[in-house]
């Protein structure tokens, strides 16, 4: 048998994931989408901008009561040491 070399080397870490809340994370934004038709609300850092959307989507379309938030919300993760 011939000399035996590693081929390759495993290094095992911790890393962390949690929320960016760092001051120049991306901003939450929010949106919302009707389940029946799947329109979408406009994008926006106010919750509000979004839940008015619905109210008027369903005062126009009587028959869609089911809808689905949708919130983009910026992580991080970096390598513990």
Known sequence: MGTVTPR???RYETWTLQPDREP?????LYAMQCAVD????PTSEDF????DWV????GQNPSHHTYR???TRPWRA????
Do not use: G, K, Y
């Open 48 to 51: 509000a901008e979004p839940q």
């Open 8 to 10: 390759s080397v495993l």
């Open 38 to 41: 799947e329109e979408t609300s």
């Open 24 to 28: 120049d994370a991306e901003p939450v």
């Open 69 to 71: 938030e949708i919130i």
């Open 55 to 58: 109210l008027r989507h369903c």
């Open 78 to 81: 970096w390598r513990r040491t």
